[in-house]
């Protein structure tokens, strides 16, 4: 079959502010704010931001609240699409109450893995994000199923691509807006997300981990067959607090720097993003995992010295 050529734009989600934060020690709210605000600047139009769920489980996403009311005496672009994570109808009433403009919902493709993480089975998860979705429809706000463990699972190894499609046309069907299929652990290779895409299509959003270093290839094969939605982290930050070992995602700098050299518009811009990293790197106390911040990207004259 045919490959599609390479999408001409792609529209980034950044998810730092979430799934980046969400394994460091907490930050305050203002502070997130600020990043959030900061990241806005760089032509980003898509922010997952907070997180609605039990700050006891989640300690680092306490007061999303906040961090909102906040941003809203910052201000951001008319035209940025704020996101929140919610677990339950119990987080997506609380966020409804709030002026986000997308829910994301997570649904795992491997039962062990949502028993761990929302505490559901998957059929009891089908029926929260059908709930949660007609509550959203009410309000006029999209709701995008992130589906968990797509490539594979800790738990139970390899998911089928036949079962992963399933699950994202049960949720099309739940009312979900849109799909994106998460790494969620950095299980995939080039041949799983091909055979997951050759089963799902490609209009679904993906979510890449970088556990085994293999996260921007996954993502340059998904472009190869035509998506053109992506999760990535500023600075690579992220990981799963239900799975051992579960490393950042893809970072966005590095996604970017991709997209440039493939001539794809993201509407990024990298210089500011870069410095953005160091304002994420002094709010969480350590360095981020990008090489990027650290040499810049090929192109920029930051290059190594002539070591020969």
Partial sequence: MRKPALPQTVRLREVGPRDGLQVEQPVPPEVRARLISSLASTGLRSIEAVSFVSPKAVPSMAEPERVLQELGR????????LSALVPNRRGAEMAL??????????????????????????????????LICEMARREDVPVDAVVSCAFGSP???????????????????????????ADTTGMATPSSVAAVLETTGRDVGLHVHETRGTGLLNLYCAL????SRFD???????????????????????VVALLEDLCIDSGVDLEKLLVVSGEFEQAIGHPVRSPLVRVGPANSGHGFPDSR
């Avoid at 910052?74 to 699409?81: I, Q, R, S, V």
């Avoid at 994301?104 to 559901?120: H, K």
């Avoid at 190869?224 to 998506?227: C, D, E, F, I, L």
């Avoid at 982290?233 to 239900?242: D, M, T």
């Fill in 74 to 81: 910052l201000g951001l672009p008319a035209e940025l699409t």
């Fill in 97 to 130: 109450g709030t002026d986000i403009s997308e829910l994301t919902v997570t649904i795992s493709a491997s039962e062990e893995y949502n028993r761990r993480n929302v505490r559901m089975s998957v059929a009891e998860s089908v029926d929260e994000v059908r």
């Fill in 155 to 181: 738990y139970e190894g390899r998911i089928a691509p036949e079962a992963v499609s399933e699950l994202a046309e049960v949720v099309r069907a739940a009312g979900a807006s849109g799909v994106t299929l």
């Fill in 224 to 227: 190869q067959a035509g998506v």
């Fill in 232 to 254: 990535t982290s500023v600075g690579g930050l992220g990981g799963s607090p239900f799975a051992k070992g579960a490393a950042g995602n893809v970072a966005t700098e590095e």
